[in-house]
């Protein structure tokens, strides 16, 4: 039940490049692209080697215009992403009600802890009504959460303070379902 809490302890704080402050130039789009489901793809092909994506992963950067792209110290190029770049694939919940936390490991092993640097968010979908929970990783880079996951999510909403709806709680923040 500990092993996410024990990676974040062990987890390189340095982990991402710091690409919010590199301003290289533009080189264009190579036909890189990160699909729905969270593989990474090259003009076209599934990059197969999971150390090469997570070395991407590192440099990845989601500008204030909403593109992505990697960043190195020397170069900028484009990243299409169908929704968002990462997908939060474990979760650890402790505690219940205010004292609750959760932890969330990504397909890129990123591990964060949700609350208000690492914020957790509703999107209702569609026709349908059905929600599209994310979790923050870092910089403006989402993780969605998978759909076994949001299960487990359900099970732990609760009242909110002043009986003010349903929702998540984590490190003392409330995140609320929205209606649907």
Not at 79 to 104: N, T, Y
Request: charged share 25%.
């Amino acid at each position: 039940m500990d092993r996410l809490q024990d990676l974040l302890k062990n987890a390189d704080q340095s982990g991402a490049a710091p690409v919010e402050r590199w301003n290289p130039p533009y080189c264009g789009d190579i036909g890189l692209a990160i699909a729905r489901d969270g593989s990474w793809h090259y003009q076209g092909s599934r990059i197969p080697r999971p150390a090469l994506v997570k070395l991407f992963a590192r440099v990845l950067r989601r500008d204030e215009d909403g593109r992505y792209f990697l960043v190195t110290p020397v170069e900028k190029v484009d990243v299409a992403v169908a929704d968002v770049p990462f997908i939060a694939v474990e979760m650890e919940a402790s505690g219940a009600g205010r004292g609750q936390s959760l932890l969330f490991r990504t397909n890129v092993d990123d591990v964060v802890r949700c609350g208000a640097d690492h914020p957790l968010r509703f999107v209702a979908e569609g026709r349908d009504g059905g929600l599209k929970p994310y979790v923050h990783v870092r910089g403006r880079l989402d993780a969605l959460v998978t759909r076994a996951l949001v299960y487990d999510l359900v099970d732990l909403a609760c009242e909110g303070p002043d009986g003010s709806g349903l929702g998540i709680w984590s490190e003392g923040v409330f995140f609320p379902l929205p209606d649907v």
